[in-house]
C-alpha cells in the first residue's frame, strides 16, 4: 500500500518539474522536501537539521541541489534513481551511515527488500567481497528496526 | 525492436535458473554466456578472450560466477542491474574502460541513453562532480560509437 | 599583476553576495560565471558545454550550484579553496584531468607554481607516494603548457 | 606446531585441485571449507552464516568461488596471497572487519605477526600514513585477543 | 593569543630549516616534534606512541619524515598544510580519527573553525555529499570537546 | 641466474641495516638506492630524476624514506614487499603507471610472472573484477615489453 502511495506522489510532483524561471527557486526547495520526504520517511528537514547544525547550507544545498534538482528529475524513476545510489554507495564503501539512510529510502521508494540484497551482492563482482558484505551489514541493520524478514516482505 | 528481443531472451533464460545440483556448472556456464552476450553484445567469449589471455581462468570467473551466478540472478531485473553497475563505476571511478563497457551493456539490456545520463549525473550528489564529468565522458564516446544523438534516441 | 586583478574581482564579487532571495537565482548564475571565469580563465562557459554537451544541467549545476552557491562563498578565499581542491583530487587519484584543470585554477587564483608543487607532494603522507607522483605529473604537464619554470615563476 | 599443521594441510589440499570436470561443484565446496577453515578458524561456515544470513548465497559464493576457486589454487601459496590481501585492505581502508578477519587468517596461515606489522607499516609509502596506522590500530586488536606481544611471538 | 604564538614559533623553526647535512638527522626529528607539537597539541610523541605501540618505526617516520621532512617544509605555511589535509581526508573518506585529529591540528594552526566547515563543505563538490557529511560529523566532535559554537569563536 | 644474484645482493645490504645513528643518513641513501636499482633495474636515480624534476626533494624522500627506510627492512624479504605492493595497487586501482613499475619490480626481486597473475587474478575478490581485469592488462604489458610468455617463463 505504502509503495503504491509513493508512485502516485512521485508521479504527481514529477510530472510539475518544468515550471518556469520565475519560481524556480521555491519549486526548487518544495521539490526538494517533497522527494526528501519519500525517501528519508517525512519531517526529512528535522533530521537534516541534526546532521547540519554547524553547517546549515549543507542542509540547503541538500534540500535545494541534491533533491530539488538532481534526485528529483523525472527522466528516470526514484526506485531507480535509489537502488543505483545503493550500488553506488556499497561499492565506495567509506559512507556506512548514508547506505543506511539510502536503503531506507530505497524501501520507501518502492524497491523490495529482496531487491536491495540482489543489488548489494551484485557488487561482490564489480568492488570485491568485503564491499558486498558491508553491504549486507548494512542491510541487516536497517531490516531489523524495520521488522523486514526475507521471503516474507509485504512491500 | 532490439530491446524487446532483449526482454524476451531474458525472460527465457531467467526463468530457467532453478537448475537441479547434478548439471548445474554446465547450466552457469550457458548462463553466464547468455547473459554476457545479452550484455557485451555476441561473441562476449572471443572478446574476453583479448582480454584474458595471460589469465584464461579470470575468463571463466567472469562467465561462470559474475555472470552465470551473480548478475543472471532473477530476483533482479538486468536493465536494473546494469543501471546499478553503470552507478557504481561511475562513483569508483577507476575503471573507464569497464564503465563504458557498461553503458553499452546498459543501452543493451534496455536502458536509454537519456536514463544512462540520468543515472551518471546522479552520481555528482553522491561521489562528486569530477567522478560525474568523466562518466559523462565515457558516455559520449560510446554514444558516439552507437551514432546515438540525445532526444532522438530510438532504444 | 594578474594575481592582483585576481584579487580585485574576487574582493568586488565577493562581498556582494548577501543577496535578497527575489533575486538569488540569477545572482548565484552570475557569481558563478564570475568564479568560474577565474579558476578555469575567460570563456569558461564555452569551455564547460564541450564537457557537458550531452548533460547540458551538469554545466549548469556546476555554474550555478557548485561555482555560484560554494566555491564562491566569501568565508574562504579562493586561492586557499583552490589549493585544497589540488589536495583533494591528488589523493583522490581517479580524476586527473580535472586535477589539471584545477592546477590551472590554484595558479589563476593567486597560487605560486611552488606552493603547488609542495601541497602535491604533501599527499605523499597522506594519500602515498603513487597519489603524489601521479600528482607531479600533472603538474608538469600544466607549467609546461603555461611556460612555468620553477623558481623562475614570477605570479 | 600449528603453522606446521598448517603447511602440511595445505600441501594436502592444495596438491588435489586439479580434480576431473565431472565432480567439480563438489570438489570447489570441499577445497572452499578446506581453506576457510585454514584462514577463519575451523567452523568457518557457521561464521559465514552469522553474516550472510538475509544473503545466504554470498556465503556460497564465498565459499565456492572465492576460496574454493581463487584463494585456494595451487600456483601461489595461501601464506603469500595472505598477506597480499593483508597489503590490499590496509591500502583500501574502507573495509577494517575484513582487514582484522585476515591479519587473523595471515596468521593462521603461518605469517608471522612481525611480518604482518612489516607489510601493513609499508602501506604508509604506497597508500599513506592514515590507511597504515588505521591497519595499525586492527592489528593491536586482533594481536591482543590472540595475547600476542610483538618480540616474543612464536610462530 | 594561541594562534600569534603558533606564528612566531612557526617562523623561527621555519626559518632554520636549512642545517648543514651533518646534523641533518637530529634536525629533522627537533623540526618534526616542533611541527607535531604545533598540530597535535603539546606532548605529541606521548600520543603517538599509544597509537604505534606494535609499531614503534612507524611513530619515527611520522616524528623524522612525515613532519621532520615534510610538513614544516617552509615553502608553505602550516595553516594551508592544515587545510589542504583536512580537505584531502574528508574526500577520500576513510580514516575518520585521522581526520578529526587534523581538523584540531588545522584548529592549532590558526584556521578558525568556519574555514574549517567551509573547506568541508566544499569537498561536496569534488567527492560528494556523503564525504562532506560525515566531514562535518568529524567537526561537530572537535569543535564539540574544544567547547567551539560557531559564530562566536575566538581563534 | 639474475634472481640468485638479486637474492644474494638483498643478503648483502639486508644484514647491514642496523648501522649506528652517525651514518646513519648515508646509510639510508645507500640501502635506498640498492633497494632501487634491484626493483626498478640499475641506474633507478636517473629515472626517477625524469619523474620528479620539477619534485627533486620527491625523489629524496622515495629513495631515503620510501626504500631507504622502509621498503628495505630485513623484517620482510623483497619479493614477498613487492607482491603486497602489486596486490595494493591492483586493489586501489588509480596508479597504473606505478602498478606496471612494481610488476617489473616484483619480477626483477624474484616474484614469477605466474605469481603476480596470481595475485592480480586475487584481487577479484576482495577489490572486484575491474581491478583485477586493469591489473591484467598492465601485467600483460610488462610481460610483453620483457618476452614473457607464460608457462614458458625461465625466472
Request: hydrophobic share 45%; net charge negative.
Amino acid at each position: 500500500m505504502k509503495s503504491e502511495l509513493v508512485v502516485i506522489l512521485a508521479l504527481i510532483f514529477l510530472t510539475t518539474t518544468n515550471a518556469p524561471a520565475a519560481d524556480e527557486t521555491i519549486d526548487t526547495r518544495a521539490r526538494g522536501i517533497a522527494t526528501l520526504d519519500i525517501i528519508v520517511g517525512d519531517d526529512s528537514q528535522r533530521r537534516l537539521e541534526a546532521l547540519t547544525d554547524i553547517a546549515p547550507e549543507l542542509r540547503d544545498w541538500i534540500t535545494d541541489f541534491a533533491y530539488g534538482e538532481v534526485v528529483s528529475r523525472p527522466a528516470l524513476d526514484l526506485r531507480s534513481r535509489e537502488l543505483a545510489t545503493v550500488a553506488a554507495l556499497t561499492a565506495m564503501g567509506n559512507a556506512p551511515s548514508q547506505l543506511k539512510a539510502h536503503i531506507n529510502g530505497a524501501l520507501n521508494a518502492g524497491v523490495s527488500a529482496t531487491e536491495v540484497v540482489e543489488v548489494i551482492m551484485q557488487m561482490a563482482v564489480y568492488a570485491g567481497f568485503p564491499a558486498s558484505l558491508n553491504g549486507i551489514s548494512a542491510a541487516r541493520e536497517v531490516f531489523k528496526k524495520r521488522g523486514i524478514t526475507l521471503g516474507k516482505e509485504t512491500q
